[in-house]
């Protein structure tokens, strides 16, 4: 079963969590396509604007289940090992889910203010189709 992650390629803290998952999962579930890579995002049906509310997660057994944002994010941290507890113990917690969204929503509508801008897009070596070299 493989995951596509859409993310912003020329944010620094996107790739860089981009690149700690490269590095816990060795693309044994997640594969990862930047939002600059406007080939795979016509494929499935995403547009500038979608990518504008932040990352993408698509089930790539039924790509109609879908979860962006910080529901992307959460769901990213549920399926890694042991990663469920986490996430279920953070939802259970009275106010944090609805704390967390807004969290989210300022960096990733501060992201290139806070963090930066790359000047070039990063690809990941676990790209969707298999062809990218890392960079």
Known sequence: ?????????????????????????????????????????????????????????????????RWQ?????EEIGRLLPAGSIFVDAYRALPGMKWAGDRFYEQIRDNRYALFGKRSHTYESAYCVDGSCKPT
């Not at 080939?39 to 509310?53: M, N, P, R, V, Y």
């Not at 944002?69 to 994010?73: E, H, I, L, T």
């Open 1 to 65: 079963m493989n995951y596509y992650v859409i993310y912003d390629g020329n944010c620094n803290l996107c790739v860089s969590l981009v690149q700690l998952l490269e590095t816990l999962d060795q693309g044994k579930l997640f594969r990862y396509s930047p939002i600059q890579d406007e080939q795979t995002l016509l494929q499935w049906g995403i547009s500038a604007q979608d990518c504008e509310q932040g990352v993408i997660l698509i089930d790539g057994n039924k790509p109609q289940r």
């Open 69 to 73: 944002g910080s529901n992307a994010a």
